[in-house]
């Protein structure tokens, strides 16, 4: 596939179909992509069969081709080497001619004769390219050359010539990947090209010399030591072609050749490996050494904070992770910190000591959330050093002693300018696992936009930032697209508990999709926090696609290991509470369950509308009266705050799924069918799969009914004394009523149950009675 050429492409076409007699020259430098443009081309107007192109064209042997490689004859005959241009001399009479018959009426498609890789045009090839498309052309061809460059200027105007150019980015990252088995980082793709100068044959020769983890970014690569053999053959005519003056320049220049890319490099040297070529040329000469690369101290300090700024986490052995403790350097240890919360990583395979070593002074603080803290008050630096403290206390221990306190810290940092983004993301996480999605959601606006300058660090962890956001929202189609953003610049960011936990949860609920796997790989090296809420967000995702019980031993391990996932207590606790009364009995929720809900929720943690509805659907999810309609009527019609196309979907799966399970088939089924609707039209039908699974099981067990909820109280009341034996004229007297009046009801209750008579009635109860008649 050709990417990145359409202008290209549509100007060839336009020329293969066209009437004008002239000649096409498809010029740029070798690995550039002029054949396969050329041969895309000729396909699209459907000229694979009637195309020829002509190979080794300036030499001695010359042959024809289909465009498939699968017929070939030679043309060496009319092809006469001149002795002393050593270029060759055609009778283009008879070239055109044995071309003619070889090919015949192969195919309905325009004749085109494209000769490739003639070298550099000189005025002798120049001379018999011009004659050999006259010839053409008196035969119904069209001619098409590809060459390298041209020594002559200006060329005839009987020749256009098409020059193909770098690629941009996206074309290049194309190619690449099209080409490529492992994934390519996006500085590693800019990287590139910027080293190819877009070309794409010396871009892929470049990736093929790096490792998989150099590739992705967890490895650090600035450029090449040497030039391939593909950029030797591109290079090759530019590189006799410079004088002493230029070459000399070209080896001097700075290449941008240390652990970050310097843009100045970039903006100076046009084509960087031709530069490389300069300083081996210098120094085979002996005019000069080869400039050799620059050495990297991973332990060094400079050298730990540019590996945790472009998270190159592979490059982080033990010697190195040992630096933040042998140099207590203030920017280090607060960018050990943020990477290891962005992360989740504990790094406990690395000997190189705690995060914050001693000595480091109490200012490294200011560096976690400032990229210059001397714009910072001395407010605002007190509440982020004992934000810091609150979040490694709760990494630690999963204690939060002042919920109230870090809320007040954080909204004073929020405001302040120049926020270092990993900072940034580190108060979004705590502003949602406080239930204040809304003072999170400004927080990102006010750091939106373009990030110059930024680290992949901070890009990254704003991205993530953004994802927890979403998936609090229930905005699984952000979700999914903030994390694979973040997944771009760094694929190693796939495999860290954070996005596989959002991502598995987005994909429940935007395609019904159930988790493949639970298990983390290197389980020891993330945090008791991230294993929670990894835990959590699959829970969510179990409970979406109908897996009850699976997603309440999901969310039972979620909360034992992190008391405040970013999601919050009462969304995450609302799940966990939905996933109990999905999978057990009426009346059995089991006491480990309850036990986890029994940490009160203060209200600062439901302001929300969101929250405040998930609130609602918890205490109507609990309400223990025997009658939930009244508890979720409220909620469902009249929350605190309006809530979103999200919330109420699950105030509706919850209320179906509650009523369906205690006998209240015609209800339940009439707020799953309301949910449905729902779901499709705000994009999360991966509900749909939960919803069928539920209704299915619950046929499968008889759960689909009898529709005991549905019974008022007065014919409850009617029902217990009926089936505990009582006549009609005990039941009356018991309730005050007449016998005709008994028995009304009785039939209506009947009709309700779906049973014909009083022995059915005592049938059903008998194998599947509701909670209040076992109660009573």
Same mark, same amino acid.
């Given at each position: ?6 202008? +290209?492409?549509?100007? #060839? ?75 060759? +001399? ?21 004749? =085109? ?10 005025? +002798? ?87 998989? &983890? ?54 100076? =040297? ?50 190195? @992770? ?12 607060? *960018? ?19 995060? =914050? ?221 939905? &996933? ?106 991966? @509900?749909?799969?939960? #919803?069928?699974?539920?209704? &299915? ?51 209506? &209750?009947?009709?309700?149950?779906? #049973?014909?008579? *009083? ?6 109860? +008998? ?10």
């Amino acid at each position: 596939m050709v990417h990145g050429r359409d202008r +290209e492409l549509r100007v #060839i076409a336009h020329f293969a179909t066209d009437l004008d007699p002239t000649v096409l020259v498809v010029r740029g430098l070798s690995g550039i992509g002029k054949t396969a443009t050329v041969l895309q081309a000729l396909r699209q107007v459907g000229a694979g069969s009637s195309a020829v192109r002509v190979v080794r064209p300036c030499s001695s042997r010359p042959s024809a081709h289909d465009l498939d490689n699968n017929r070939r004859i030679d043309l060496s005959t009319w092809s006469i080497q001149d002795s002393e241009s050593h270029d060759p +001399e055609f009778d283009a009479t008879g070239f055109m001619r044995a071309v003619s018959v070889w090919a015949g009426d192969s195919g309905p498609g325009p004749r =085109v004769l494209f000769v490739d890789d003639v070298g550099v045009l000189t005025p +002798e090839r120049a001379r018999w390219l011009q004659h050999l498309a006259d010839e053409a052309y008196g035969q119904d061809w069209r001619v098409i050359a590809a060459v390298r460059s041209s020594t002559v200027e200006p060329l005839s105007d009987d020749v256009e010539v098409l020059e193909l150019g770098p690629l941009d980015r996206m074309s290049l990252r194309r190619v690449l990947d099209t080409e490529l088995s492992a994934p390519v980082a996006a500085d590693v793709v800019e990287r590139l090209r910027w080293w190819s100068a877009g070309n794409p044959r010396l871009a892929l020769e470049l990736a093929g010399a790096l490792s998989a &983890a150099e590739l992705c970014g967890d490895v650090a690569w600035t450029g090449p030591d040497d030039v391939g053999s593909a950029a030797r053959r591109a290079y090759r005519t530019l590189l006799a072609g410079l004088d002493p003056a230029t070459t000399a320049a070209l080896a001097d220049a700075p290449l941008g050749r240390t652990s970050v890319v310097r843009r100045d490099g970039r903006a100076t =040297v046009r084509h960087p490996l031709l530069a490389l070529l300069c300083r081996e040329a210098r120094g085979a000469d002996g005019t000069g050494r080869e400039a050799q690369p620059l050495d990297r101290d991973v332990t060094a300090p400079g050298a730990v904070v540019n590996i945790l700024d472009g998270l190159h986490l592979d490059e982080l052995p033990a010697r190195a @992770w040992a630096a933040v403790a042998a140099a207590p350097d203030p920017r280090l240890a607060a *960018r050990a910190v943020g990477v290891s919360l962005l992360a989740g990583r504990t790094w406990r395979d690395h000997a190189g000591g705690p995060l =914050v070593p001693d000595g480091v002074g109490a200012d490294w603080t200011d560096h976690l959330w400032w990229r210059d803290p001397a714009g910072a008050g001395e407010a605002a630096r007190a509440a982020g050093a004992r934000v810091a403290e609150t979040l490694l206390c709760l990494e630690d221990t999963g204690d939060l002693a002042d919920p109230g306190a870090l809320r007040a810290d954080l909204r004073l940092i929020g405001p302040t300018p120049g926020q270092d983004w990993v900072g940034v993301g580190l108060q979004v996480r705590g502003l949602l696992m406080l239930g204040d999605v809304v003072s999170a959601r400004d927080l990102l606006a006010d750091h939106s936009g373009t990030a110059p300058g930024r680290t992949v660090a901070e890009i990254v962890a704003r991205d993530l930032a953004a994802a927890r956001v979403a998936a609090f929202d229930g905005r699984a189609a952000d979700v999914r697209a903030h994390l694979a953003h973040a997944a771009e610049l760094r694929p190693a960011v796939d495999g860290w508990l954070p996005a596989r936990g959002m991502r598995a949860a987005a994909d429940a609920v935007v395609d019904g999709t159930v988790p493949a796997s639970t298990m983390p790989a290197q389980a020891g090296t993330w945090s008791a926090r991230v294993l929670g809420e990894y835990a959590a967000d699959l829970g969510a995702a179990h409970l979406v696609a109908g897996q009850a019980e699976g997603a309440a031993a999901l969310l039972t391990i979620a909360l034992e290991h992190c008391a405040w996932p970013y999601r919050g207590r009462v969304q995450v606790r609302c799940d966990l509470v939905e &996933a109990v009364l999905a999978s057990t009995s009426p009346g059995k929720v089991g006491p480990r369950a309850q036990r986890l809900l029994d940490p009160p929720l203060v209200p600062g943690e439901r302001s929300a509308p969101d929250v405040a509805a998930a609130y609602s659907r918890l205490c109507a999810l609990l309400a223990d009266d025997g009658a939930p309609s009244a508890a979720f009527e409220a909620a469902l019609h009249a929350p605190p705050a309006p809530m979103s196309p999200w919330q109420r979907a699950r105030m509706l799966v919850a209320y179906g799924r509650y009523a369906v399970t205690r006998g209240s088939r015609a209800t339940g089924e009439a707020m799953l069918d309301e949910a449905r609707t729902l779901v499709r039209l705000a994009g999360m039908a991966g @509900w749909l799969r939960g #919803i069928d699974v539920f209704l &299915a099981e619950a046929a499968a067990s008889g759960g689909t009914g009898p529709e005991w909820e549905v019974l008022g109280g007065h014919e409850r009341e009617m029902v217990r004394l009926a089936v505990h034996g009582a006549t009609n004229s005990q039941i009356a007297q018991a309730t005050f009523v007449s016998e005709r009046t008994v028995v009304n009801r009785l039939r209506r &209750a009947y009709a309700t149950l779906g #049973i014909r008579d *009083r022995r059915d009635l005592v049938r059903l109860a +008998e194998t599947r009675p509701p909670a209040w008649l076992a109660g009573g």
